[in-house]
Every structure is written in C-alpha cells, then in structure tokens.
C-alpha cells in the first residue's frame, strides 16, 4: 500500500517559522492532489493549503501570505513553509494525499499521522 511520514513540526515563539513535510512512499503509480489540513483542539479539521500535480495552489484565507504550499514529485513529497506564525496556529498538521495506486490504479486517499505545531512564548 501507501504510507505517510510527516516531520517538521515543533515548538516555536510567535513570529517563527517551520517548514512541515510529508513524504509517500509505497505502490504509487502517480499522485494527483497533495494537501495540509489542521486541527486544533476542540474544533474540526480544515484545509490549510492544497496543490494539485500541475501546481495550482489554493489557501485558507487564515493563511494566506504566511504560508507556501510546494512539491517535489520525483521524491513523492508536499512541504508547507509556515511563517509569521501565530498562536491561533497551533495544532496538529496532517496531509493528505490522492494517490493512483499500481495494484488498482484506482485514486485512493491516505492521511499522514500528524504533526503538532505549537506557537508559543
């Protein structure tokens, strides 16, 4: 099958920055959309930025200027550059990838493990 592995996350004061990866490794015969979505605790999970395999890119308006969707598709991995973080952004990061798979060649969807980003001073 397919798995995730996120790292990247961490503790950082307000105003820092991290940069979160995930890379999928498995029976993959392409990936279509890659995304970030979060969740804080006590509220339901959002989609933070996504890409799509030509590098069309969209973002929650929470988000936008302080945080940069990539991918690199011959290493299989979606990064999200977060910057200017704040407070409010604390939470566990996840993505989310629509994979091809060689087995079926149906698009399948996998979920990373998460990764907790705390900002904090």
């Known amino acids: 099958q397919v798995q995730l592995v996120e790292s990247g996350g961490g503790l950082v004061q307000p105003g820092g920055s991290l940069r979160l990866s995930c890379a999928a490794s498995?029976?993959?015969?392409?990936?279509?959309?890659m995304a970030w979505y979060r969740q804080a605790p006590g509220k339901q999970r959002e989609l933070v930025a996504g890409?799509?395999?030509?590098?069309?890119?969209n973002y929650a308006d929470s988000v936008k200027g302080r945080f940069t969707i990539s991918r690199d598709n011959a290493r299989n991995t979606v990064y999200l550059q977060v910057n200017s973080l704040k407070p409010e952004d604390t939470a566990v990061y996840y993505c989310?990838?629509?994979?091809?798979?060689?087995?079926?060649?149906?698009?399948?969807?996998?979920w990373g493990q998460g990764t907790q980003v705390t900002v904090s001073s």
């Open positions: 498995g029976s993959i015969f392409s990936i279509t959309t």
């Open positions: 890409i799509t395999s030509s590098g069309s890119t």
């Open positions: 989310k990838v629509q994979v091809r798979t060689i087995v079926s060649m149906t698009i399948l969807t996998y």
